[in-house]
Each structure stands twice: as C-alpha cells, then as structure tokens.
Nanobody, 120 residues
Framework: HVQLVESGGGSVQAGGSLRLSCDVS?????MAWFRQAPGKEREVVAT????????YHTDSVKGRFTISEDSAKDTVYLQMNSLKAEDTAMYYC?????????????????WGQGTQVTVS
C-alpha cells in the first residue's frame, strides 16, 4: 500500500508562488494533485505518469502550475505560480496503478492527508 505525505502549503498573496511536495513510499504508475474548496467537489489539478511519462494540467492552471517528479527522492511536486484567490483549496496528492492516468478522483486508491493553500 502506497503512503503519501504532502507538504508545502500555506498562505500567499495573489500573484505569489508555492511549491507543494508529495513524498511517496511504494510503487505507483500515476500520481495526481487534486484540490477541494469548501462546498465544492474534489477536482483534478494535474497528473503525471511516473518514470518520465506524460503530464496533464487542467485548463484553469495551464501556464501557471507544473507537476513534476524527482524519482531519486520519490517525490512529486506541484509548482504553483501566479496564484489566484480561486486557487484557495485543500490540495491532495493521489496515487494509482493504471497505465493511463485518470482525471477522476474515484480512480485513485491512495491519498495523502492534504495541505491547505490559501491565496488572498
């Protein structure tokens, strides 16, 4: 069973940057970042096929956020630039063993505890 631990959240002013980290213990083939704002459904932010595979970024973050991995450190990152108030949410990393990374939360079997991002 994969264990995931997120870090790097915090409070930042609009236009600022944060980098989220997700430390991964165990094998995965797909990693994703999701977010959930109060009163809203959990939505995908970005996915990455581990081992140098393709990435996906949802339209609202394209050009501002970048998902990446450091396989030597077993860590997946989400670099968030030009943050907006609407990016405020709890951010979760998630793991799956599919060959093609899903954008649906229900397809991921392991989740971190979440890290709060607040943009004002």
């Amino acid at each position: 069973h994969v264990q995931l631990v997120e870090s790097g959240g915090g409070s930042v002013q609009a236009g600022g940057s944060l980098r989220l980290s997700c430390d991964v213990s165990g094998y995965t083939s797909c990693m994703a970042w999701f977010r959930q704002a109060p009163g809203k459904e959990r939505e995908v932010v970005a996915t990455i096929r581990t081992g140098g595979g393709p990435t996906y970024h949802t339209d609202s973050v394209k050009g501002r956020f970048t998902i990446s991995e450091d396989s030597a450190k077993d860590t997946v990152y989400l670099q968030m630039n030009s943050l907006k108030a609407e990016d405020t949410a709890m951010y979760y990393c998630a793991a799956d063993l599919r060959l093609s990374c899903s954008i649906w939360a229900g397809d991921y079997y392991s989740w971190g505890q979440g890290t709060q991002v607040t943009v004002s």
